[in-house]
Nanobody, 114 residues
Framework: QVQLVESGGGLVQTGGSLRLSCAASTIFRANSMAWYRQAPGKQRELVSSITNDGTTDYADSVKGRFTISRDNAKNTVYLQMNSLKPEDTAVYYC?????????WGQGTQVTVSS
């Protein structure tokens, strides 16, 4: 069983920054990882992903503001979020596949006040 533990969420004003972290309980250097988010009343959406070789992808709504990165030595993936907007308010989830199964973190709340 793999555990993904997120941290770093919180309340921030519009224009502020937060950095989310997701620590995996297993070595993940060969795995792609991703961040999703789900706002109240909306479907969960992909925010950003990163492959094992560091190739990244972003939703159009966060391009230029969010940066995903990984530290394989720490089995941790990060999401640096800058210039936050109220519409970024959501629960953010870490995602990854290990040994043929998909795992989700418990989620961390990000609230951006206007």
């Amino acid at each position: 069983q793999v555990q993904l533990v997120e941290s770093g969420g919180g309340l921030v004003q519009t224009g502020g920054s937060l950095r989310l972290s997701c620590a995996a309980s297993t070595i993940f250097r060969a795995n792609s990882m991703a961040w999703y988010r789900q706002a109240p009343g909306k479907q969960r959406e992909l925010v950003s992903s990163i492959t094992n070789d560091g190739t990244t992808d972003y939703a159009d709504s966060v391009k230029g503001r969010f940066t995903i990165s990984r530290d394989n030595a720490k089995n941790t993936v990060y999401l640096q979020m800058n210039s936050l907007k109220p519409e970024d308010t959501a629960v953010y989830y870490c995602w990854g596949t290990f040994f043929g199964a998909t795992y989700w973190g418990q989620g961390t709340q990000v609230t951006v006040s206007s």
